[in-house]
């Protein structure tokens, strides 16, 4: 026998879990900063203008995300001829399955989390 009403469940559900959903979607937005910040170079100004704390990072240029969760799955900044290093975060990534970044001068190596 249910002693709650509808209502309490949905309470009890979206203050327990929602809390959680936004604390891994900003984990993807802080690991997408963190990219930015590495990026040394930009020569078409692409992340500098499109890349806003003031929009979901799922609508960011060259960044896809699933559907269900808003989880970061795929990031292609191919052919943008941007500069610099991979930041360590981006094994933070969790659902990430694609990542193209050909025809881009970054050096050093790939973090160990990725791969």
């Given at each position: 026998?249910n002693?709650?009403?509808?209502?309490?469940s949905?309470?009890?559900?979206?203050?327990?879990?929602t809390?959680?959903?936004?604390s891994i979607?900003?984990?993807?937005k802080?690991t997408?900063?963190?990219?930015?910040?590495?990026?040394?170079y930009?020569?078409?100004?692409?992340?500098?203008t499109?890349?806003?704390?003031?929009?979901p990072?799922?609508?960011w240029?060259?960044?896809?995300?699933?559907?269900p969760q808003?989880?970061?799955?795929?990031?292609?900044l191919?052919?943008?001829g941007?500069e610099?290093?991979i930041?360590?975060q981006?094994g933070?990534?969790?659902?990430?399955?694609?990542?193209?970044?050909?025809?881009?001068y970054?050096?050093?190596t790939l973090?160990?989390?990725?791969?």
């Amino acid at each position: 026998m249910n002693h709650f009403s509808p209502h309490v469940s949905i309470f009890f559900w979206v203050y327990c879990f929602t809390p959680m959903v936004l604390s891994i979607n900003l984990v993807d937005k802080f690991t997408l900063t963190a990219l930015k910040a590495h990026i040394t170079y930009d020569p078409q100004g692409i992340l500098a203008t499109n890349w806003s704390s003031k929009s979901p990072h799922c609508s960011w240029y060259g960044i896809s995300c699933d559907a269900p969760q808003q989880r970061v799955s795929a990031i292609n900044l191919s052919n943008l001829g941007l500069e610099g290093t991979i930041t360590p975060q981006i094994g933070n990534l969790t659902f990430l399955v694609s990542l193209d970044l050909s025809n881009n001068y970054f050096h050093a190596t790939l973090p160990k989390d990725i791969g």
